[in-house]
């Protein structure tokens, strides 16, 4: 897939199925300037939460995991604000 951008997206990767309802979410925090979605992995540990997580804080911003059954991806967000980020991630996908 070639790389492009759409908006806040950067896509260089593809998405796994049930991530665009994420990243349209995503998309819509004021403290995100870009979302970079990553590869793609198998969960060995079978089935588990479904859903988007905070993983950890990163130089530019934050890890996300992604994960769908038995699929996981990675998600990275650029952000100037983290602590903004995280509260802001916090009340639209807790809860």
């Known amino acids: 897939m070639p790389k492009y951008r759409k908006g806040k997206i950067k896509l260089e990767h593809h998405l796994i199925e049930g991530a665009d309802k994420y990243i349209r979410k995503l998309e819509l925090l004021s403290s995100v300037k870009t979302i970079i979605p990553g590869r ?3 969960n060995q540990k079978g089935r588990g ?11 530019s ?4 995991l992604l ?3 038995t699929t996981v991806q990675e998600i990275f967000v650029i952000t100037d604000n983290k602590e903004l980020f995280k509260a802001e991630f916090l009340k639209n996908f807790k809860g």
Request: proline fraction near 5%.
């Open 40 to 42: 793609i992995f198998r």
């Open 49 to 59: 939460q479904k859903g988007l997580f905070l993983k950890y804080e990163t130089p």
């Open 61 to 64: 911003g934050w890890k996300l």
């Open 67 to 69: 994960k769908n059954g």
